[in-house]
């Protein structure tokens, strides 16, 4: 019997075996995995059934729902909106009602078929959904009957208890089949690791009965292998005359003579192995490139050719062994070194055929440029052992590639230039008025311009190669011949335009003329500018008449204005018209309504457009856009009289300021002695503040005392009473009660403590109110400082308190504001007049309300009242000295002008809103000086009654 065959049986037995357990285990599993498979369907159908159940008990709450908050909503008002939404919400009740019983009744079918034992969960959940239909139904009832809050109230939490009780009777059905589910995953799961521990074992059994057969099979077998071993070695190291004696007729035996076979085999190759060397060494010393072979692991040279010895001078036995980079570069390292890349190391790192060009930068090949190959010669394992190494002189090709590149380049640079210059030509052909067209010698059109093309309306293609006559022979042009020199006029009637034309022979000396470059120009500008000048003369004639006397005028009125000293003086214009009538306004309280040709521009107060325009410089711009100003100017003559009254006008109105500026500086003087005044008065309150802090500051500490001496005069009474009380007679603890109770001590030891705490606190007011005096005139402090502003207007309150209680609330929203440096006296009292104003507006009960706030580096205060208000036309004037809007003998009209000039003095400004029965806002802004070593003030809010 063959080996073959006793291996084959043997392995046939071991295989049918372990087949057998593969398949019935894989039978098993399978049957397991179907009944996992079929009881995870099944779960999920009735799962799906009791969710799509849950999902109509949503929808028919959801309507309901949806339809009582509609019908609460909209009662009585029987509208499209209410009849559609409540017809879309019966839509989804039917909609859920039928989902409802159709997964009822998929779920009562599983439960009869299959799990009797969940009956109970299948009534519960009848149970519930019947009541959810039933409640519902009375829930839209008495929502559709306009119930009470309290019946509605009820009707929803019944309606909510059976749509809860649903939900949960579902969610209970749905969790107890996934708990099965679950238990018939474990068991199943069980199942399956038994099966596979029985085939494990199995597989083992058999595993160890073929270990054991192999074992005595390979003892037959090894004793031939070793021999063939044997010989194998010998073989190996070069002896072909060995041969193997085994003497069998299995698959050994026939090994064996293949074996002896081969080895005579391997004599024959060995010898046309040295004939092929042979031809190859032949081959390679015949290429006329320089080859080498080069041994990868040190770049040494292993095999060269004929041109490789003829280029490098050197024998084959001086080349072989030699590194390659010190025979063909001279150096004693690679050549990674000195060149960008080496060949050589870049077939190692691709595996691949690489080609690259190098120069020669040194030696006797300087100046010579090299075409390197190499390749990689690999062993049956893929491994890199040889590379052959080619090198092939192109400095030659080099130069002759270089020099028709060079020629190329020249040749591309001339067309570009040439197209260049051919573009240049047409763009600039193109952006001429005048149109230019390019005729042959048989009057074809050859080029023309893009006025030529937008004269005749028609595309390029179509202009190219037409006949130019066809253009001259329409009833609108009527012209001669277009050849010889000079040029003819003629009218184009659709555009009404004048054209002159002209045409430009140009000769080949071949052929003689060989075409001609027509051009047209446009001459209708020509043609009226003569009889437009003429009228323009007459024009200038006639307008330097009119200025001469216009200048006679103003020569005579400027005289009159020298000699009169009469700034009234006006230069007379027939073209004023009344503005209020041109511009068709109403508004009666403008200064211009009514009266005769007003010069409007030079009206302060204007109500031009529906706005106030105040300032007659500043509005000068607008109004010489007005139709007004233009018609009033139109005439150049009187445009110059205008601005002569502009003139006079202005001078007008600075002789009238020169003479305010001399009121206001008399003014201004009794503005001072006021200011010195308030500073008295400043150092005045800091006098009386410092007298009455001393006498007030004994008076605290005596309060202080006398509070202790108080305590213990208490202590003792209440000790003697308790001594007495253990020690005395009854008659004389009933004598000692009886006078206590005449002197009334409990009440007296009682009032005491309250008579020193209501005389502490009015020490406490006293001092507060002199430390606020003192605050507010600063008088030790008159210097710029970092204040905080809220602090100031603490001090300020404090002070002018007496005057708000009575009449107003101060609500103070204050917001988060840095320290700044200022005069901290100086805004306590502008701080003080605008709170007293404030109080002084409001006739019987108000509000005063204070912000704060930081914006852009700006300190804002705004001081609001809800008093009279101050009526537009006074808002002008408040911060004038010497104005004011109360009653005689209640304001001096500085108070407001004092608060203008410290504010200014900050670098700050002072802004009034106001409307007359709501109330004033006063807001003042100072700027943030070093802000960065100020901090933030806390903030307040905090309303005073």
Request: aromatic share 6%; net charge negative; charged share 30%.
């Amino acid at each position: 019997m063959r080996l073959a065959n006793k291996i084959s049986l043997g392995y046939a037995v071991v295989v049918l075996l372990s087949g057998l357990v593969v398949l019935v285990g894989f039978r098993q599993s399978l049957t397991i995995q179907e009944g996992i498979r079929e009881t995870t369907d099944e779960n999920l159908q009735i799962v799906e059934i009791l969710n799509d159940m849950k999902i109509s008990g949503l929808c028919i709450v959801s309507s309901i729902n949806e339809k009582a908050l509609i019908q609460s909503r909209l009662s009585g008002g029987g509208s499209s909106a209410k009849n559609i939404t409540t017809r879309e919400d019966d839509e989804l009740y039917k909609k859920g009602v039928k989902l409802y019983q159709s997964s009822l009744r998929q779920y009562e079918e599983y439960v009869e078929q299959k799990h009797p034992r969940e009956r109970p969960l299948l009534e519960k959940i009848r149970a519930w959904g019947e009541g959810m239909l039933e409640i519902g139904e009375e829930f839209s009832s008495v929502v559709e009957n306009d119930p009470t809050e309290e019946e509605f109230l009820g009707a929803k939490e019944l309606f909510e208890e059976t749509e809860q009780g649903f939900l949960a009777a579902v969610d209970a059905a749905i969790a107890h089949e996934q708990g099965e589910l679950l238990q018939k995953r474990k068991e199943m799961n069980a199942m399956f690791v038994r099966s596979v521990q029985i085939i494990l074992l199995t597989g083992l059994f058999v595993f160890l009965a073929a270990l054991a057969a192999g074992h005595g099979l390979s003892r037959h077998v090894s004793r031939p292998i070793e021999a063939l071993r044997t010989a194998a070695l010998r073989i190996g190291k070069g002896d072909l005359e060995t041969r193997v004696e085994v003497q069998s007729r299995d698959e050994i035996g026939e090994l064996a003579s293949a074996f002896n076979q081969m080895v005579s085999d391997l004599n024959l190759f060995r010898e046309a192995l040295r004939e092929s060397g042979e031809f190859a060494r032949t081959v390679i010393n015949s290429v006329p490139d320089a080859i080498s072979i080069i041994n990868p692991e040190d770049f040494t040279i292993t095999g060269v050719n004929r041109v490789f010895l003829e280029e490098t001078g050197l024998t084959e036995e001086e080349a072989i062994g030699q590194p390659c980079y010190l025979v063909t570069h001279g150096t004693t390292e690679p050549c990674s070194a000195f060149h960008e890349a080496c060949p050589l190391e870049m077939v190692l790192k691709t595996g691949e055929h690489v080609t690259y060009e190098h120069s020669h930068e040194s030696g006797d090949k300087a100046g010579r440029t090299v075409e390197v190959s190499a390749s990689p010669i690999r062993d049956e394992e893929g491994k890199v052992v040889r590379i052959v190494h080619v090198s092939r002189d192109v400095t030659e090709r080099k130069r002759s590639e270089q020099a028709l590149l060079e020629k190329h380049l020249e040749l591309k640079e001339m067309y570009r230039n040439v197209e260049t210059s051919r573009r240049e030509w047409e763009m600039t052909m193109d952006c001429l008025g005048e149109m230019i067209v390019l005729v042959d010698g048989e009057e074809k059109i050859r080029r023309h311009n893009k006025a030529f093309r937008d004269f005749t309306g028609l595309p390029e293609n179509e202009l190219d190669g037409a006949d130019w006559n066809q253009f001259l022979m329409e009833e609108e042009i009527r012209v001669g011949t277009v050849f010889g020199e000079g040029g003819m006029e003629f009218f184009y009637k659709p555009a009404q335009q004048w054209y002159v034309l002209n045409s430009f022979p140009y000769e080949d000396p071949k052929v003689g003329v060989a075409g001609a470059v027509i051009t047209i120009h446009n001459s209708t500008d020509l043609k009226y500018m003569a009889d437009e000048l003429e009228k323009t003369n007459r024009q200038v004639q006639w307008e330097r008449a009119e200025l001469q006397s216009a200048l006679d005028q103003l020569t005579s009125l400027i005289q009159r204005v020298i000699r009169e000293k009469d700034f009234s003086t006006r230069f007379t214009n027939p073209h004023l018209v009344r503005c209020y009538e041109v511009k068709n306004c109403t508004r009666k309280e403008c200064p211009c309504y009514g009266k005769d040709s007003p010069r409007c521009w030079q009206v302060s107060g204007t109500c031009c457009g529906g706005q106030v325009e105040e300032g007659f410089a500043t509005k000068m711009e607008k109004c010489k856009k007005c139709s007004v100003y233009q018609v009033a100017t139109q005439n150049p003559v009187y445009q110059i009289g205008e601005n002569f009254n502009n003139m006079m006008h202005i001078l007008q109105m600075k002789n009238q300021e020169l003479e305010q500026a001399y009121a206001d500086l008399k003014s201004t003087q009794s503005r001072i002695l006021q200011s010195e005044k308030m500073a008295s008065i400043g150092q005045l309150a800091a006098g009386v503040a410092h007298e009455i802090n001393n006498p007030m500051g004994f008076i605290t500490s005596n309060l202080g005392t006398l509070e202790k001496y108080v305590l213990k005069f208490s202590e003792f009474i209440e000790a003697q009473s308790n001594l007495l009380q253990a020690v005395a007679p009854p008659e004389v603890l009933k004598e000692i009660g009886e006078k206590r109770k005449n002197l009334k001590l409990d009440y007296v030891l009682e009032d005491v403590s309250e008579l020193i705490a209501e005389s502490q606190e009015g020490a406490e007011r006293v001092k507060k109110i002199v430390q606020n005096l003192k605050s507010f005139s600063r008088v030790d402090q008159a210097d710029c400082k970092m204040a905080d502003i809220h602090e100031c207007l603490e001090s300020t309150l404090n002070i002018v308190w007496n005057e708000l209680k009575y009449k107003s609330t101060v609500k103070k929203e204050y917001g988060e504001i840095p320290r700044t440096l200022c005069h901290p006296q100086e805004l306590n009292q502008v701080f003080m007049n605008l709170l007293v104003n404030a109080a002084q507006s409001i006739e019987k009960q108000g509000e005063i309300t204070i912000r704060t706030e930081e914006d852009s580096g700006m300190i804002r205060v705004k001081i609001s009242d809800t008093g009279s208000g101050i009526p537009p036309e006074k808002l002008q004037r408040i911060f004038d000295p010497f104005y004011t809007t109360k009653e005689v003998g209640k304001g001096t009209g500085l108070g407001l002008s004092i608060c203008y000039d410290i504010v200014k003095k900050h670098k700050g400004d002072i802004t009034v809103e106001s409307v007359v029965g709501e109330g004033t806002t006063f807001t003042v802004s100072i700027p943030v000086v070093a802000g960065k070593e100020a901090e933030p003030a806390k903030e307040k809010e905090e309303v005073y009654g």
